[in-house]
């Protein structure tokens, strides 16, 4: 009822989404849409529309994102684990070697005669096995930074279509009004699909949240792509929100650092190593109105 008083009463169209009763008890999702009309004298006539059963659709939307979300945090757990395999496996050598020269070193100085010679021949291997352990996990992390994953050469429109399709739910259900400019004669990039859809639902969802506090016919998010400099591919997430404080600009990548009461901070920085391990570039920045988050990546060879 809010969103249908404050549109009416504003002469906007509308849409929103919302559970009837069906004659035989059961409660479907229902797609409502108003469009104002106007005679020839700019007198207000009324609305036309109309309400669509969408329930089998809200459902499938539900499936594709539970599937969605569930194959990021399986990939995100088989990462975790060959890496703390690999590191385990990598370092179990220099470890072992500095446990067992250390223990040579303490006997050779618990001798009735101690041998300083020895002990500090044993000293010296631990350092050595130190050493060679820092290298070991200096390499890992070196590894650890590319992105493994199968590249493809992907449409960053079908891409962020797709993800649209999977936050609508989240947009109706926020009174979100969506606009897009979408430039199609813009090349392919090569990326993880599943990783950006990741970032592209982390960036919509954030930008839903900075406007829940603004009245919901005020709630715009547009999303845009096009041909930036150094022939990169821009994409852009505006919301009409509130804005980000300057002084928290610079600090809303570091990991940890929320503003929400909830969050663990650890959203945005993710996205910002995804892009990055992609060769490209995520920032934020302040709009006429809100924030604005734009992606920059290199557009596939």
């Not at 399986?74 to 496996?89: E, G, P, V, W």
């Not at 090569?190 to 506090?213: C, F, G, H, P, Y």
């Not at 400099?229 to 919301?239: F, M, T, Y």
Request: net charge neutral.
């Amino acid at each position: 009822m809010d969103v249908y008083n404050s549109h009416f009463n504003a002469r906007k169209e509308f849409r929103m989404q919302y559970r009837l009763r069906r004659h035989d008890g059961a409660y479907r999702w229902i797609d409502d849409t108003g469009i104002p009309r106007f005679d020839g004298n700019g007198a207000f006539l009324g609305y036309i529309g109309s309400c669509t059963d969408i329930h089998e659709y809200r459902k499938m939307q539900a499936e594709l994102l539970r599937r969605l979300l569930e194959n990021a945090e399986l990939n995100r757990q088989a990462d975790s684990a060959m890496l703390t395999a690999a590191i385990a496996h990598e370092i179990d050598q220099p470890l072992a070697g500095i446990v067992a020269m250390g223990a040579a070193g303490l006997r050779w100085l618990d001798k009735e005669n101690p041998s300083i010679e020895k002990a500090k021949d044993a000293l010296s291997g631990i350092v050595q096995a130190g050493r060679h352990a820092a290298e070991i996990i200096e390499s890992l992390r070196r590894v650890s930074k590319q992105d493994n994953r199968t590249r493809v050469p992907l449409s960053v429109n079908t891409l962020i279509r797709e993800v649209l399709t999977l936050a609508e739910i989240e947009l109706q259900n926020h009174h979100v009004t969506l606009q897009t400019s979408l430039d199609e004669t813009i090349p392919t990039v090569l990326a993880d699909r599943i990783q950006l859809q990741q970032v592209m639902l982390n960036l919509i969802k954030n930008a839903i949240e900075a406007m829940t506090s603004i009245e919901t016919n005020s709630r715009i998010l547009h999303l845009k792509t096009e041909l930036g400099a150094s022939s990169n591919i821009v994409i852009s997430v505006q919301d009409s929100g509130p804005g980000i404080e300057p002084e928290n600009m610079a600090r809303i990548f570091d990991r940890f650092f929320t503003t929400k009461p909830r969050g663990m901070g650890m959203g945005l920085a993710i996205c910002r190593s995804i892009i990055e391990a992609h060769n490209g570039r995520l920032w934020a920045e302040a709009g006429d109105q809100g924030s604005i988050f734009r992606i920059s990546l290199p557009c596939n060879p």
